[in-house]
T-cell receptor, first 114, second 114 residues
Framework: AQSVTQLDSHVSVSEGTPVLLRCNYSSSYSPSLFWYVQHPNKGLQLLLK??????LVKGINGFEAEFKKSETSFHLTKPSAHMSDAAEYFC????????????FGTGTRLTIIP | SQTIHQWPATLVQPVGSPLSLECTVEGTSNPNLYWYRQAAGRGLQLLFY??????ISSEVPQNLSASRPQDRQFILSSKKLLLSDSGFYLC?????????????FGQGTRLTVV
């Protein structure tokens, strides 16, 4: 069975400082991993995805994530936070074989301090 | 191109009334379809997913049901709404093409039960 744990429900950073949103996953097979962002009263937008190619994945808006199999982690980072990054972020796992269900983490709310 | 339509965008319903939310997808065939709910202050919870017509898996016991009468149509229903059914409902679909997973989301329905 697959699962995903987002370790922080709320993260606050100052504008211009680095962002780290943590995600750990559990999967019986080779997983695909995604990060989605949800701005207030909006749908979900794909930031980036990992699909067993390069372990360091670059996404939109300066975000990137690194797949670490030994640590079962897929943390999302950004070197310098911008006010427009304030949103809810979801880590998602999906398994290739036997179970192609998308499983979401509980989300991390990112607040940017001016 | 792949698109997903979900309606209505907002809905206010009295307690005890029925519910029907509809989701249709275009640009794909035999997708995996999902209904998620996001309650206030909480993450996305998977309610139902479907891997084919008439094949529905329920993730959590609840007052809701889902049906997939056609390949690209997914309906979320309730016979009698409860106050606790209020929330933001998202339809999604996913598929794997050549090992590359894709996931798409509707714009969501904000349901308020009064």
């Amino acid at each position: 069975a697959q699962s995903v744990t987002q370790l922080d429900s709320h993260v606050s950073v100052s504008e211009g400082t680095p962002v780290l949103l943590r995600c750990n996953y559990s999967s019986s097979y080779s997983p695909s991993l995604f990060w989605y962002v949800q701005h207030p009263n909006k749908g979900l937008q794909l930031l980036l995805k990992y699909t067993s190619a390069a372990t360091l994945v670059k996404g939109i808006n300066g975000f990137e994530a690194e797949f670490k199999k030994s640590e079962t982690s897929f943390h999302l980072t950004k070197p310098s936070a911008h006010m427009s990054d304030a949103a809810e972020y979801f880590c998602v796992v999906s398994e290739y074989f036997g179970n192609e269900k998308l499983t979401f983490g509980t989300g991390t709310r990112l607040t940017i301090i001016p | 191109s792949q698109t997903i339509h979900q309606w209505p965008a907002t809905l206010v319903q009295p307690v005890g009334s029925p519910l029907s939310l509809e989701c249709t997808v275009e640009g794909t065939s035999n997708p995996n379809l999902y209904w998620y709910r996001q309650a206030a202050g909480r993450g996305l919870q998977l309610l139902f997913y479907s891997v084919g017509i008439g094949q529905i898996s329920s993730e959590v016991p609840q007052n809701l049901s889902a049906s997939r009468p056609q390949d690209r149509q997914f309906i979320l229903s309730s016979k009698k709404l409860l106050l606790s059914d209020s929330g933001f409902y998202l339809c999604a679909w996913s598929e794997f093409k050549g090992g590359d997973p894709e996931a798409f989301f509707g714009q969501g329905t904000r349901l308020t039960v009064v």
